[in-house]
């Protein structure tokens, strides 16, 4: 197996040239200058076009969009990209420091690791004649140490907003003392502290940073991907945020009253669904103790190549550093308009459950419901060898809650499963079974004379074969599924035509049991089957020897069944 088979690349020695061009030719103001820098294209001036002081930063690449991303107008005029998690050399920023010199100096933003101290401190020696000053970023409260001689804390992701507060302050026609004083005060005031549950991996060899089990998390991790300070086990988001906190807020002395620019960063390898519900978490944590965030910032800005994890970072905010954080700025990274907003709470959708509470237990629909909350996960992998892993938490989300037994006849229970399905599953599997709910209650409740009150409403034979054709037509008029396509209807259609053919006395009993047979069947010749509707059509023969689990979720409302994996 090739060592970089997890990542995209062609030859490892060539990943970093390739990639750091790919950069640049999505960059709409950047070059790339051989020397070993990316510099901005347009001119290096104030907002009222007169040359203006520079900011430039650098290191090791791995950390994108830092720092190429953040190359342009009113933010950085050049950045030094060094090898995979290793600083770029003097030379590199030498070069740099000489080519973005207007003749109103140069600012090196430097985060305080000891490559990236050395290199930056070197570059300006080499530069005697250019006038140069540098602000270093030691925020990450995970390295707070009270020893004189260590290096201190490591500086991250604050370093992006210090190179924003700097850039602004540069297009406004401050002079470097200026420019070095503020951005200095960002990074004075801010402290930052990251986890993860999974390491990263080096694209240019594949191997993980460090190792990390199942159910562990890494506290106090590094932008370079090395280890925390500590390894706890796996807790809620909620948890993971209070135990973050405290620290931060204490190495800033923040209390009530205060107000804070808050950046909730991913890692690489973290969703973007996650990094919000950590903000909200963040947040609420926030507001109990008083803190208003005044401005904030969420996504993959800082990044360790794809590890997962999340940090979070707060800076003091004030007048003058929430006006240049919202200053224009044409480089493509930086949020286009920051957040505003101070309080969370949970985007709960507001559901009016229409299943009965009172009334005789209901066994047929109970033993269903029972069913498909017992075979959630089996469902859920069925799905994910031949679909795309969704069907079982999508049937989780409308029957997982219910209390069982259900009561109530059966067409009002139809009604409220109905009902749940098409608002609380939601893609293909909330339409077609929200609509067979939906088609077997109408007919149950046509079969009752049309009685609103379902003191009549229990299912027949008749309103069986009724309910069970029209749901076949209208899931048909849904997505064109039919008989053979590898579908629900594979159970549906064949439970229907055995229905339709019992003599007119038959019982719901024998009903349910021909249907319950019949659709076993059909399930079972969907191994046979290559999918041709719905998701798992994209996969073609790979789906092959794996039941449909929609049509397993259909013999289940016939009866119980054999185990899933017996189909």
């Known amino acids: 197996m090739s060592k970089t088979t ?81 600083s770029p050399n003097a030379v ?17 933003v430097v985060k305080n690791y000891t490559g990236d101290v050395m290199n930056f401190t070197v570059a300006r020696r080499m530069n005697p004649h250019i006038e140069t000053d540098a602000v270093v970023v030691q925020e990450d409260i995970a390295t707070d140490t009270a ?35 503020i951005a200095q005060w960002v990074a004075n005031n801010s402290r930052s502290m990251a986890v993860a549950v999974e390491p990263g991996h080096l694209p240019t060899t594949g191997r993980d940073t460090f190792d990390l089990a199942d159910g562990e998390m890494e506290v106090g991790v590094g932008i370079h991907g090395e280890r925390g ?40 390898g973290t969703t973007l669904l996650e990094t919000h519900l950590v903000f909200g978490e963040v947040l609420q944590w926030l507001a109990d103790r008083g803190i208003t965030v005044r401005r904030s910032l969420t996504g993959p800005f ?18 003058e550093v929430t006006a240049l954080l919202d200053a224009p700025t044409n480089e493509p990274a930086w949020p286009r308009v920051l957040g505003t907003k101070s309080a969370f709470q949970p985007a709960t959708m507001e559901f009016a459950d229409k299943l009965p509470q009172a009334g005789e237990p209901n066994e047929w629909l109970s ?8 075979g959630v996960d089996a469902l859920t992998e069925l799905d994910r060898i031949a679909g795309d892993g969704d069907f079982g938490h999508n049937l989780d989300a409308a029957f997982g809650d219910i209390e069982l037994p259900l009561r109530g006849t059966d067409c ?47 299912l027949t034979r008749a309103s069986l074969a009724a309910g069970l054709e029209s749901a076949n037509d209208a899931i048909f008029e849904l997505g064109g599924a039919t008989y053979g396509d590898k579908t629900m209807v ?50 073609g023969e790979s789906t092959k020897d794996v039941p449909d689990p929609g049509a397993i979720v259909v013999c289940w409302l016939f009866g119980d069944t054999t185990d899933v994996s017996n189909f």
């Open 302 to 319: 800082v990044t360790a190549v794809n590890m997962h994890g999340v940090s979070v970072t707060l800076t003091k905010a004030t007048d």
């Open 490 to 539: 594979d159970a549906l259609f064949p439970a229907m035509r055995a229905v339709a053919e019992l003599d007119a006395e038959a019982s719901v009993a024998e009903a349910l049991e021909v249907a319950r047979v019949a659709a076993i069947d059909g399930v079972r010749e969907t191994r046979a089957q290559a999918a041709k509707k719905g998701r798992a059509s994209y996969l």
């Open 92 to 108: 590199q920023i030498s070069e740099a420091t000489a080519w973005a010199d207007q003749g109103r100096g140069v600012l090196h």
């Open 147 to 181: 020893s004189e001689t260590g290096p201190g804390r490591r500086g991250t992701v604050a370093t992006i907003l210090v190179e924003k507060v700097a850039g602004a302050a540069a297009a406004r026609g401050d002079d470097l003392p200026q420019v070095k004083n």
């Open 412 to 458: 009002d229970v139809l009604e409220g499963l109905a009902h749940r399905c098409l608002v609380l599953s939601g893609g293909t599997s909330g339409a077609v079974f929200g609509t067979l709910f939906s088609q077997l209650h109408q007919a149950v409740k046509d079969s009752a004379g049309g009685s609103d009150d379902g003191s009549s409403g229990r």
């Open 229 to 268: 300070v500590a390894r706890e086990q796996t807790k809620p988001a909620r948890d993971m945020v209070a135990g973050m906190l405290p620290g931060i807020v204490q190495g800033l002395s923040l209390g009530a009253g205060d107000e804070v620019i808050c950046l909730v960063n991913g890692l690489g």
């Open 367 to 374: 033993g269903f419901v029972e069913r498909v909350q017992a």
């Open 6 to 86: 997890r990542s995209f690349c062609n030859d490892p020695h060539d990943f970093l040239a390739e990639a750091a061009g790919g950069t640049v030719a999505a960059h709409p103001d950047a070059q790339w200058d051989a020397s070993g820098f990316i510099h901005q294209e347009s001119p290096v001036v104030t907002d009222a076009g007169v040359p203006a002081v520079a900011v430039i930063s650098g290191g090791g690449s791995g950390h994108e969009p830092m720092h190429s991303g953040f190359v342009g107008r009113g933010m950085l005029a050049a950045a030094c990209p060094g090898h995979l998690f290793t």
